[in-house]
């Protein structure tokens, strides 16, 4: 397992710990969001060289993740765009997943590709300039 | 003596093909564009993945930041706020490291005209420029990250945060190999004097993780382009050239047994390509063969125009001997100011560089269009952000990666206006550009894939505009 992945585990371990024990106070922060960041990346170059199994361990990981973003976001106010984002992410990770399962590379790079624009714009609206 | 020559081209032109390329593999490297055999001779041409509108790019990296809200995004409603606090409605979640604290609103001294068919909107700061806006497309509505010239800069030129990742030549060079085997593919023109905005530096024009053949090649100013090239005082050309045949003979006799070696099949091209370019380099600087009147054309000759006139001329030139990217770098034309990182003074900054840069990127535009070569050669005018609505020490601005101005022209792209920033110029609005999208674009200019041109690092598959990038269709002709 490499670092980047040690990292994002780590990043949804240490979140979901969190969630256990705050409940919905949680936040989204800054080290969650960079091992999504850099899984999708792993996710991306995965697929590229489609190497199967580092892709799906990389988008079911991703999957889990903004299914937690998303049920973070469902509890805050007034954050239904941001719910839309991550749910809609959330099913893009899923097709790619599917894709990667099927062993189609070329369907998973454009789910990939989707998902990558996807985070781009929420990061648009939410990420703090 | 031909024998030797002989033999050294069978050598250069056949090489280790089929072992470099196994060897390559062996280290990891997933090719696309370039094919294992290829990449072992980092200069051979390659196919691009479609029809390239753009056979050259020519890149103005304005460092250090110009206000382009003093250039071309004309804000009336900035005008009418001006002395007044950034209001909330604009700041909302904005994260300022204003030195000295974030100054009120700040107007623009210029007087500003809409020019050409297209009717865009230029400041009194850039005369001869206006005129060329037919020529161009503006984007309005560009952002970036980081608000430091160092981070921001890697990002525009490398796409990543920090240094290590190739800048964008690199990768050109990279894809699509060279189209003139006595020049290197992708040439860098630093100007001016200092080296003060940050961003500037080598690590702007590194191949990165690329193998070190696609680094930037730096010209100097004068007529030796590149340190160390011309032969040694004493040594006569025919000295030289058996030398160059002894070592090639040796390489190729040390070849047999090492197919696999390709860091000695690269030293013995390298050697050949330095020999042919100690007459093609000083060639293509030489201004002498340019009449008086392109000369003038570029501002060549006046004092504040001069070195940046004689790098965009030899840019040109460049262009006309198919190198594929130049790579041109702004800089103070005196020690009257830094660059154009107008945190005080704008007026006085502004003024010094626009000048410097005006007539001659005019002259440039037109130059191209009149021999027929700006069809083919994609000019960008960018820098690693803009500059502040709000003022700072009273009458300067401060970094703004949020919203700004960049321009392409020629090499396929429709001229025009594309994008916003709101009312104030502080933010981008609407066609948002980010620094990907504009590498994604050259790209696609030059016939390539962002997504397709991929090298393999670290176990990981790196693309030039990593996984973002889109294509900036609405600019496309």
Known sequence: ?129 | MSHHHHSRRGFLGHGLGLGGAAALGSLGLQLNVASAAELEDPQAPRQPHFPAKAKSVIWLHMAGAPSTLDLFDYKPELIKLAGKPLPDSFAKNLKTATDGGVGNLLATKRTWKQYGETGAWVSDFLPNLARQVDDIAFLKGCKTEGATHVISSLKLHTAGLVPGRPALGSWVQYALGSANPDLPAFVVLPTGVGAAGGGRGAVIWSSGFLPAAYQGTAFRKGDSPILHLARPEGVIDTEQRNTLDLIASLNEHGAITRSGDTELSARAKSYELAYRMEKSAPEAVDLTKETAATRELYGIGTKETDEYGTALLRARRLVERNVRFIHVISGAPDASVDSWDAHNNLEKNHGVMSKSVDKPIAGLLADLKARGLLETTLVVWTSEFGRTPYGQSGNGRDHNPWGYTSWLAGGGIKPGSYGSTDDIGLRAQTGIVDTYDLQATILHQLGLDNRKVTFQYQGRQERPTTVFGDVIKEIVA
Do not use: W
């Not at chain 1, 984002?85 to 070329?106: C, N, P, S, V």
């Open chain 1, 1 to 129: 397992m490499n670092l980047r992945k040690q990292t994002l585990l780590a990043a949804i371990a240490a979140f979901a710990l969190a969630s256990a024990a705050l409940g919905e106070g949680t936040d989204v922060d800054g080290d969650l969001m960079r091992g999504v960041d850099d899984t999708a990346k792993s996710l991306d170059s995965n697929v590229a060289m489609k190497d199967d199994k580092a892709a799906a361990a990389d988008a079911r990981a991703l999957v889990e993740t903004f299914a937690r973003i998303e049920s973070h976001y469902g509890e805050k106010p007034d954050t239904a765009d941001a719910v839309g984002f991550a749910h809609r992410t959330q099913e893009l990770a899923g097709q790619a997943l599917k894709a990667i399962e099927a062993k189609d590379f070329d369907a998973a790079g454009e789910a990939v590709n989707q998902l990558t624009r996807s985070c781009k714009n929420c990061h648009e609206k939410y990420k703090k300039d």
